[in-house]
């Protein structure tokens, strides 16, 4: 299982996630933030579980690419 998680409330609206992960990751037109797709909110933090494990690669490029460091991939 991948869990891809966001904390959405730190996000600067820089887009680097969705030019990487353009399936996981959108841009919100209300606020300028990204939205992880088909996650689930938990007090601020946006979680995404699949099985897919081809979205790892993208996700980690996202990941690395964050300049504010709120996003994490992990393969369990």
Do not use: W
Not at 28 to 52: A, C, E, P, Q, R
Request: glycine residues 4%; hydrophobic residues 35%; contains cysteine.
């Amino acid at each position: 299982m991948v869990v891809v998680t966001l904390q959405r409330d730190k996000c600067i609206g820089c887009n680097y996630c969705v030019e990487f992960a353009p399936r996981q990751f959108q841009m919100s037109k209300k606020d300028g933030k990204t939205v992880l797709i088909k996650s689930v909110n938990n007090k601020g933090f946006h979680t995404l579980k699949s099985h897919d494990h081809t979205i790892v690669e993208v996700c980690e490029q996202a990941e690395k690419a964050c300049p504010v460091h709120i996003i994490s991939v992990k393969e369990i």
